[in-house]
């Protein structure tokens, strides 16, 4: 990460129109968010999950319940870096 960004994750993270997290005995092994303007449009920028629990439904589970929020919404804008493309 390039300087500065650390320190802006949280605060930006935090104000989100929606966050979720996913934990295991209590460890964070999951995050995502929505940015959404509450109507029509809804962006899905960030969606971690620790590489230990890849393949085990852990990101498809924090998408669910965005989804309970935003399935209804016209536009939904999800982004991926370039490995991720084909999951998607």
Same mark, same amino acid.
């Given at each position: 990460?390039?300087?500065?960004?650390?320190? @802006?994750?949280?605060?930006? #993270?935090? *104000? !989100?129109? =929606? $966050?979720?997290?996913?934990?295991?005995?209590? @460890? #964070?092994?999951?995050?995502? *968010?929505?940015? !959404?303007? !509450?109507y029509?449009?809804v962006?899905?920028? $960030?969606? #971690?999950?620790?590489? @230990?629990?890849?393949?085990?439904?852990?990101?498809?589970?924090?998408?669910? $319940?965005?989804?309970?929020?935003?399935? *209804?919404?016209?536009?939904?804008? $999800? =982004?991926?870096?370039? @490995?991720?493309? =084909?999951?998607?």
């Amino acid at each position: 990460m390039s300087a500065g960004v650390p320190e @802006k994750l949280i605060p930006a #993270l935090l *104000n !989100s129109d =929606t $966050l979720v997290t996913a934990r295991k005995d209590g @460890k #964070l092994i999951g995050i995502g *968010n929505a940015i !959404s303007d !509450s109507y029509l449009v809804v962006y899905y920028p $960030l969606r #971690l999950v620790d590489p @230990k629990f890849h393949g085990l439904g852990v990101g498809r589970k924090m998408m669910e $319940l965005m989804q309970r929020k935003y399935k *209804n919404f016209h536009q939904q804008m $999800l =982004t991926a870096n370039g @490995k991720a493309v =084909t999951f998607y």
